[in-house]
């Protein structure tokens, strides 16, 4: 996925210091925050977030939810392999957008979830990921049939009704 708007303001900036740092001279400006690791994470740029984390940049869950919301698989294994944190977020995005191999690998893995992860799938129309997501233990609330019925999801809708769904 291109980087777009802020996200590519960001990456250019942290391009300019990186070849700044390695030509032996200090970046002048460079955001060196959580939010450069979640911005390359949500761009897929691994080398970036490598680079980052190596050199000392603090990062957070939004790294591994940006990284979940957008399908970047490899990033996101690589940042949980070097101990970047997540929480249900990770979930819940990749249930919106329909990352089932990434559902499957953060259940592997421990990855916390919660109601929000199912209310994500139906507001995305995502039905084999509520199936997937219900059958493997993870819990719903009302929620669920609210934001099905508001998207205009009958059959998720239907389905969640007749499986217990308040």
């Known amino acids: 996925m291109a980087a777009h708007g802020i996200q590519r303001h960001v990456l250019v900036l942290l391009k300019v210091a990186i070849w700044k740092f390695s030509n032996g001279s200090e970046p002048i400006v460079c955001l060196w925050d959580a939010e450069a690791c979640s911005k390359a994470a949500a761009s897929g740029h691994?080398?970036?977030l490598m680079w980052l984390h190596e050199n000392g940049c603090p990062w957070d869950e939004k790294t591994c939810h940006k990284a979940a919301k957008y399908g970047h698989f490899k990033l996101?294994?690589?940042?949980r392999d070097k101990g970047c944190p997540w929480d249900s977020r990770t979930w819940s995005s990749?249930?919106?957008f329909g990352h089932i191999a990434i559902l499957k690998w953060a259940h592997e893995n421990g990855c916390p979830w919660d109601e929000e992860t199912c209310s994500s799938a139906a507001q995305g129309g995502q039905f084999a990921i509520l199936q997937w997501a219900h059958e493997n233990g993870c819990p719903w609330n009302s929620w669920t049939?609210?934001?099905?019925?508001?998207?205009?999801?009958?059959?998720?809708?239907k389905w969640a009704r007749g499986n217990g769904c308040p």
Do not use: N, P, T, V
């Open 145 to 157: 049939c609210r934001i099905a019925a508001r998207g205009g999801h009958l059959e998720i809708l």
């Open 46 to 48: 691994l080398s970036i």
């Open 76 to 79: 996101l294994e690589w940042a």
């Open 94 to 96: 990749a249930a919106k």
